[in-house]
């Protein structure tokens, strides 16, 4: 069965780095579009970047376009996302998305953003 597993977040400080994984199986990765959403609590599921699968095309949210960047490896079936300049408004649970048949998601890891 589809199966996403985010890894990476934690805490750090405004202005900080950090580059989230998320580790897949159980579908054809290489022509899946892949993509990240992130969730403050309260609040709904924000999709903040997405890379295709055969062209790789990207998309960006416009609050993270120009310090997130998102990659994958198609040999290991991995999809990540490389985020620089954090702010605290990048608090937030990171989640991995992709549909084939539905949406599947993973269960996200946080990202806390403070002094």
């Known amino acids: 069965q589809v199966q996403l597993v985010e890894s990476g977040g934690g805490l750090v400080q405004p202005g900080g780095s950090l580059t989230l994984s998320c580790a897949t199986s159980?579908?054809?990765?290489?022509?899946?579009?892949m993509s990240w959403y992130r969730q403050i609590p309260g609040q709904g599921r924000d999709l903040i970047a997405s890379?295709?699968?055969?062209?790789?095309?990207?998309w960006y949210a416009d609050s993270v376009k120009g310090r997130f960047t998102i990659n994958r490896d198609n040999g290991r079936s991995m999809v990540y996302l490389q985020m620089a300049s954090l702010t605290p408004e990048d608090t937030a649970t990171y989640y991995c998305?992709?549909?084939?048949?539905?949406?599947?998601w993973g269960p996200g890891t946080q990202v806390t953003v403070s002094p």
């Open positions: 890379i295709g699968g055969i062209a790789s095309s990207l």
């Open positions: 998305n992709t549909w084939t048949d539905k949406n599947y």
């Open positions: 159980g579908f054809h990765f290489s022509s899946a579009t």
